[in-house]
Structures are given as structure tokens and as C-alpha cells.
């Protein structure tokens, strides 16, 4: 075995904890950004309708975005200037949202905030595969996963917290200072041991493939396009679930609103960090197939049983199945992306360009389900999503075949940890 293997294996346990830490923090500044807004503007008398638009907008910066940066994270060598540049640029959206908390501001920030967040998915992504390959990138997904969960937990309650007992505004404020550690973090990680041409899904370390492959060849794989319908169909199903839970939770609620939704989302994240790192073990053995169908089977059971009461304690008890299909789909579908392009040198831009149609549909599913509250009621629009995500499972049962190497695990323990 030569140096370079084993130092391809054994990368370093300080840039192995900067990696965890960045999972961790990233999680930390993305979390204020997203369910609390919608609580947030419902405070300011958004009716739903216009909440929906401003979230959509959003979205739409992302589904601009999420290609190129996917492009950019394959070409560009400093993947950590590229999460420090969407890390500053999210600090900034959530200063003006804290700032100026009217129609124009919130879509200003809410386009800064959803084009430059595209990066953190690709580049985290890239720099896990660049440092430990693909052999041992099923056990890493989950362990950033589990990460980023326990993040989302700490900044739920953390935010949760800050806006019962001071603001809601205030929430982006504390997103604005945690965006400091979470840059301090990207030093730790060592540029020299993320491998450029793994982390782009090259066919070997060291090897020249060129640039990659353009974006409308995506399309040539039936695999990879009957998954990106799939997973088109699952966010559709599940973007507007929570926030529109957090408005139904608001009304009428006060500032006790941000608590039941810190409640939500640390219930959903501790699930999330329990299941992460055991579904990035099986993966291997029990392929990615099974793992999946579980994702998409309990989204439609959400969606119905959030129509079948008002009880808060109940309402919050639901989201132990978004934490389930969350957690599962946030390790398997990066792990099936990887697989359909492996030794392509295209991973990066298909995860960008996959992140695109997913952000196609889960931005029409804050408007779509939005106009639907606001005419018909929440049990429409709930029972709406939940049929989408009954449909997007047939689909994934019948016609997506397994990727992974079933049945097959790795030799030798990953260097996943210090």
C-alpha cells in the first residue's frame, strides 16, 4: 500500500473534527432562516398567502443558483472559501430581515440567503467524499447528518428560547453572530488533505477528467432521472408541511408560537441525529432501495394524521415521522447520487442539478399549499400534500432499481472520527 493510500485513508483527526464542527454550526445559522420566518412574518399579520410567496422566493433564488454551485463546487479547489462566501451572505439576509422587517427587505434577503445557501449542500458534500472516498462516504454522510442534526436541535431550542423571552426578530440577530464560529471552523479543516478529484466523483485520485459533463446529459441516465421525480415529488410533499404547521400553531398563540415550533423542530432533529449515522451503516448491506421507501412511506402518514387533531403535544408528536423520512432521504439520496456518478467527475453539478428541480417543487409547494390553506383550509392543503407523497412512493417502488453494491459492507473501519 502506498503513502498516498493511507493517507487518503487516514486523513487527519483535527480536519475530521472540523468537519464535524462545521456540520454542527452550519446547521446552527440555517435553522433561524427557514421555519421561524414563517412565524415571523405571520406575527407581522403576513396572511398565508404572502407568506408562502415570501418563502418562494427564496426558494426560486435557490433553484437559479443550485446548478452553477454545483458546477462551481466540481471546478472550484477551495471548497471552504466557497461555504465561507454562503455563511457571510446568509449572516447578511438575516441582519436585514432583523432590520427591516417589510415586504421588500424580506424578499431582498430571502434572495441573497437562498442563492448563496445552494453551496453548503455540494461543498460539505464534496469535501466528505475528498477526504474519506467513496468507500467509506455512506458511514460519512450519515455522521454529517448526525451533526447537522444535533445542530438543528441546539439552535431550535437556543432560538426558541431567544424569541419567547425576547423577540421574534431577535432570532435573526443570533443567526447573524453565530455565523462567526461557523466561519472560524472552516480553518480547522485541512485544504491538502481534500482530494480535488474525488470530491468531484472522479474515477481515480490524481487523474485528469476534464471538466464536467454538461447539465442536459443528466438526462440520458433513466435512473437518475426516475430518482430526481421522485425526489422532486417527496420535497413538493414535504416543504410546506412544517411551515404550514407553525402558522397553524401561531394563530392565536402569541410568542408561545416559536416555542411549539422549537418544539417541532428538536423533535424532528433528534430523531434525525438518532437514525443519521445507523441508516449511513446499512446503506451498504441493505442497500439504499429499502431505506428509501421507508423516507416516502411515513410522509403521506404525516400529512394525514396532522388533519386528524388540534392538540399541540399531538401536532409536535407527528414530527417523529418527518424525522424519519428527513433523516433517510438526507443520507440515502446523496448516497444513490454518488453511485450514479461514480467515476463521471460530475458529482457535484448532478447534486446541483438534482438540488434544482427539488427546489422547483418544494418552492411551489409553499405557494400551491398556501393558496389551498387560504381558500379551502388546512385539511386540504395537508390532505394535497400527503396524496403528492403517496403518488411519489409508487413511483420510487415500482420503477427505481438499487444503486449500492447490496449486501456488500467495508473491509476495515472508516476514518469517520478523531
Not at 113 to 121: M, P, V, Y
Request: proline share 4%; aromatic share 10%; charged share 10%.
Amino acid at each position: 500500500m502506498t503513502t498516498r493510500t493511507l493517507q487518503e485513508k487516514s486523513p487527519s483527526a483535527q480536519t475530521l473534527r472540523g468537519l464535524d464542527w462545521l456540520n454542527f454550526l452550519l446547521a446552527d445559522v440555517q435553522t433561524g432562516v427557514g421555519p421561524f420566518l414563517a412565524i415571523c412574518l405571520a406575527g407581522y399579520k403576513w396572511n398565508e398567502q404572502l407568506v408562502g410567496i415570501a418563502l418562494t422566493v427564496g426558494g426560486i433564488a435557490g433553484i437559479i443558483t443550485q446548478t452553477p454551485a454545483g458546477a462551481l463546487v466540481d471546478r472550484f479547489r477551495s471548497k471552504r472559501a466557497l461555504i465561507a462566501v454562503g455563511v457571510v451572505s446568509l449572516a447578511l439576509g438575516a441582519l436585514l430581515i432583523a432590520l427591516f422587517p417589510s415586504l421588500w427587505p424580506i424578499l431582498i434577503a430571502q434572495v441573497l440567503i437562498g442563492g448563496t445557501s445552494s453551496l453548503f449542500a455540494p461543498a460539505i458534500c464534496a469535501i466528505s467524499l475528498g477526504i474519506v472516498g467513496s468507500q467509506f462516504f455512506d458511514r460519512r454522510q450519515g455522521r454529517n447528518q448526525t451533526f447537522n442534526s444535533a445542530g438543528n436541535v441546539v439552535a431550535a431550542l437556543s432560538m426558541g428560547l431567544v424569541g419567547y423571552f425576547v423577540s421574534n426578530r431577535s432570532i435573526f440577530f443570533f443567526v447573524f453572530i453565530l455565523a462567526i464560529p461557523t466561519i472560524l471552523t472552516l480553518l480547522l479543516i485541512r485544504p491538502g488533505e481534500i482530494d480535488y478529484e474525488r470530491a468531484r466523483g472522479g474515477a481515480k485520485s490524481g487523474s485528469n477528467e476534464g471538466p464536467p459533463s454538461k447539465v442536459w446529459s443528466l438526462f440520458k441516465d433513466r435512473p437518475l432521472v426516475i430518482f430526481l421525480i421522485c425526489a422532486v415529488m417527496f420535497h413538493f410533499a414535504n416543504a410546506a408541511m412544517l411551515p404550514l404547521l407553525g402558522e397553524k400553531l401561531a394563530k392565536g398563540q402569541g410568542r408561545s408560537s416559536m416555542m411549539f415550533m422549537s418544539g417541532c423542530v428538536i423533535t424532528t432533529q433528534i430523531v434525525i441525529a438518532l437514525l443519521a449515522s445507523w441508516a449511513g451503516r446499512k446503506a451498504g448491506p441493505w442497500g439504499r432501495k429499502p431505506l428509501l421507501l421507508v423516507a416516502f412511506a411515513v410522509l403521506p402518514l404525516r400529512g394525514v394524521l396532522y388533519t386528524l387533531t388540534d392538540n399541540t403535544a399531538c401536532l409536535i408528536a407527528i414530527q417523529i415521522l418527518d424525522g424519519v423520512g428527513a433523516g433517510l432521504f438526507g443520507v440515502v439520496s446523496v448516497l444513490v447520487i454518488a453511485d450514479l456518478t461514480k467515476g463521471t467527475g460530475r458529482f457535484n453539478l448532478t447534486l446541483g442539478a438534482i438540488g434544482t428541480a427539488v427546489g422547483i417543487g418544494a418552492s411551489l409547494s409553499q405557494t400551491v399549499a398556501g393558496g389551498l390553506v387560504h381558500h379551502f383550509g388546512y385539511h386540504a392543503g395537508f390532505l394535497f400534500l400527503a396524496a403528492v407523497a403517496a403518488a411519489a412512493f409508487v413511483i420510487l417502488y415500482f420503477f427505481m432499481p438499487e444503486t449500492g453494491n447490496h449486501g456488500v459492507s467495508a473491509s476495515s473501519e472508516p476514518p469517520l472520527h478523531a
